[in-house]
């Protein structure tokens, strides 16, 4: 079984490419991007060892149809996806922050909580409230977008405007465009029987247009609960039953790897490469509803570049 962990094509038209922590895009000419999920897998910002299989593929083909399905709420970046494990679309200048919204409070909006914590990207929390409680209304805790090999860092939408990151109006619309996204989300993630918990959107610019870029409400994006034993587990105060790349974080802290410096990845040994690909393969069936089938990986690379070229030489 063959993983693809490094790309290094040189597509028609390719001006540049940016190797990514788990997606490769090349940009092709000024106008077209075509990006790549490979099977990289990171967590705590450390890409890990091992490539897991059909994981880029998964990815690209959840991202694809959460694309497709809202279309209606802002136009997005996606033309086409000529492979498994390709998307190409519009090049957009992106916004230097990403938009995270979360519906309840887990992760590390309830570590920075259960320190103390009341004041999250400006925005005030109450007293009292519990691991996994859902919040009134969805909040946006925003993101500085940071370069390669640093941490992005929790701002304000007040900061973000003063910095001049993002104007007040086009931020407005980053907002608008959030909600309705999370609210979209959200309702598709319902009918499959699932809480779409806290997610991230990465919007771009492009002719004095606001285009929604990178991918949407997968796994490696977004944190889902099941729906079925929620309130009872959240009543009892127990850990709820998640569809994220949660299991992979839990996996590498029982192993003593927090991605702090002198730690050591642990032997990913072949038993957990294919267990994490199972896991991914259960995520991609519960989220989309459709039954995964698994690309041949007897050639990925040129699978991958024959069927890109074909797909950028009808752009000519």
Same mark, same amino acid.
């Given at each position: 079984m063959?993983?693809l962990v490094?790309?290094d /094509?040189n597509?028609p038209?390719?001006?540049s490419?940016?190797?990514?922590k788990?997606r490769?895009?090349?940009?092709?000419?000024?106008e077209?991007?075509?990006?790549?999920?490979?099977?990289?897998?990171?967590? /705590?910002?450390?890409v890990?060892?091992?490539g897991?299989?059909?994981k880029?593929?998964?990815?690209?083909?959840?991202?694809a149809?959460?694309?497709?399905?809202?279309?209606?709420?802002?136009?997005?970046?996606? !033309?086409?996806?000529?492979d498994p494990?390709v998307?190409a679309? #519009?090049?957009?200048e992106g916004?230097p922050?990403?938009?995270i919204?979360?519906g309840?409070?887990c992760?590390?909006a309830?570590r920075?909580?259960k320190s103390g914590v009341?004041?999250?990207?400006?925005i005030?929390?109450?007293d009292g409230?519990?691991?996994?409680?859902? /919040?009134?209304?969805p909040?946006?805790t925003?993101?500085t977008?940071?370069? !390669?090999?640093?941490?992005?860092?929790d701002?304000s939408?007040?900061?973000?405007?003063?910095?001049g990151l993002?104007?007040?109006?086009e931020y407005?619309?980053? @907002?608008?465009y959030?909600?309705e996204?999370?609210?979209?989300?959200?309702e598709?993630?319902?009918?499959r029987?699932?809480?779409?918990?806290?997610?991230?959107?990465?919007f771009?610019r492009?002719?004095g247009?606001i285009?929604?870029?990178?991918e949407?409400?997968t796994?490696?994006?977004?944190?889902?609960?099941?729906?079925?034993?929620?309130?009872?587990?959240?009543?009892k105060?127990?850990?709820?039953r !998640?569809?994220?790349?949660?299991?992979?974080?839990?996996? #590498?802290m029982d192993?003593g /790897?927090q991605?702090?410096p002198a730690?050591?990845?642990?032997?990913?040994?072949p038993a957990v490469v294919?267990?994490i690909? @199972?896991?991914?393969?259960e995520l991609?069936e519960h989220?989309?509803g459709?039954?995964?089938?698994?690309?041949?990986?007897s050639?990925l690379?040129?699978?991958?570049e024959e069927?890109t070229?074909?797909? #950028?030489? !009808? #752009?000519?």
């Amino acid at each position: 079984m063959k993983t693809l962990v490094r790309t290094d /094509f040189n597509f028609p038209g390719q001006k540049s490419v940016y190797h990514g922590k788990v997606r490769d895009v090349y940009t092709i000419g000024d106008e077209t991007l075509v990006m790549v999920a490979t099977d990289r897998i990171s967590a /705590f910002d450390v890409v890990l060892p091992e490539g897991i299989p059909y994981k880029g593929q998964m990815l690209n083909q959840i991202a694809a149809k959460f694309l497709d399905a809202t279309t209606d709420i802002c136009p997005n970046w996606k !033309q086409s996806v000529p492979d498994p494990m390709v998307t190409a679309g #519009l090049r957009c200048e992106g916004y230097p922050v990403e938009m995270i919204v979360r519906g309840y409070l887990c992760g590390s909006a309830w570590r920075a909580y259960k320190s103390g914590v009341r004041r999250i990207c400006g925005i005030s929390l109450p007293d009292g409230m519990r691991e996994n409680e859902r /919040f009134p209304e969805p909040i946006i805790t925003p993101t500085t977008k940071a370069e !390669q090999g640093l941490h992005d860092e929790d701002i304000s939408k007040e900061e973000i405007i003063r910095q001049g990151l993002v104007s007040e109006v086009e931020y407005a619309v980053l @907002e608008k465009y959030t909600m309705e996204l999370f609210k979209r989300g959200s309702e598709m993630a319902s009918g499959r029987g699932l809480i779409l918990v806290d997610t991230k959107y990465e919007f771009g610019r492009r002719d004095g247009t606001i285009y929604l870029i990178d991918e949407i409400h997968t796994p490696d994006s977004s944190r889902y609960f099941y729906s079925d034993g929620y309130e009872e587990r959240f009543r009892k105060g127990e850990a709820q039953r !998640q569809l994220s790349k949660e299991f992979v974080r839990e996996w #590498l802290m029982d192993n003593g /790897f927090q991605g702090k410096p002198a730690q050591s990845v642990p032997e990913m040994t072949p038993a957990v490469v294919e267990g994490i690909s @199972e896991r991914y393969i259960e995520l991609f069936e519960h989220i989309t509803g459709e039954r995964f089938i698994k690309g041949d990986t007897s050639r990925l690379l040129s699978r991958i570049e024959e069927n890109t070229t074909r797909y #950028l030489a !009808q #752009l000519t």
